[in-house]
Nanobody
C-alpha cells in the first residue's frame, strides 16, 4: 500500500488548511493512522492519530485547533487545521500502523511522502 499526502500550501497565520492522506493498493480501514510533522532542523513529531473506529488523540500543541478524521469508504484520512500559527510550518506526513493507540513514530511502518505547510505571520 502507498500513502499519498496532499493539501499543504502557504497560508497566513490564523488561517486553515485541510490535509488529505489517500491510500492505494489496500484498504486503510483496519489501520491506525497518524499525522506527524517535521520542521527544519527539528525531529519529526507526532501530531494526531485516529483508530479504525474513529477514536482520536492529539499532541498538546495542536489540541483544539487540529481535527483528524477518516473516511474508510474513500480510503482517506484528513487533518483539518485551524487557527494556524507560524510554528505549525513543517512538512506533514501521514503514516499507518497495525498497532493500536500509538503515537510512537517507530511503530508506524507505512509513510506518505509529506506535504509542506507554511504559515506566514
Amino acid at each position: 500500500v502507498q500513502l499519498q499526502a496532499s493539501g499543504g500550501g502557504l497560508v497566513q497565520a490564523g488561517g486553515s488548511l485541510r490535509l488529505s492522506c489517500t491510500a492505494s493498493g489496500r484498504t486503510l480501514s483496519t489501520y491506525y493512522m497518524g499525522w506527524f510533522r517535521q520542521a527544519p532542523g527539528k525531529e519529526r513529531e507526532f501530531i494526531a492519530a485516529i483508530s479504525s473506529s474513529g477514536s482520536s488523540t492529539y499532541a498538546d500543541p495542536v489540541k483544539g485547533r487540529f481535527f483528524i478524521s477518516r473516511d474508510n469508504a474513500k480510503n482517506t484520512v484528513y487533518l483539518q487545521m485551524a487557527n494556524l500559527k507560524p510554528e505549525d510550518s513543517a512538512v506533514y506526513y501521514c503514516a499507518a500502523t497495525v498497532f493500536t493507540a500509538t503515537i510512537v513514530e517507530k511503530n508506524y511502518h507505512l509513510w506518505g511522502q509529506g506535504t509542506q505547510v507554511t504559515v506566514s505571520s
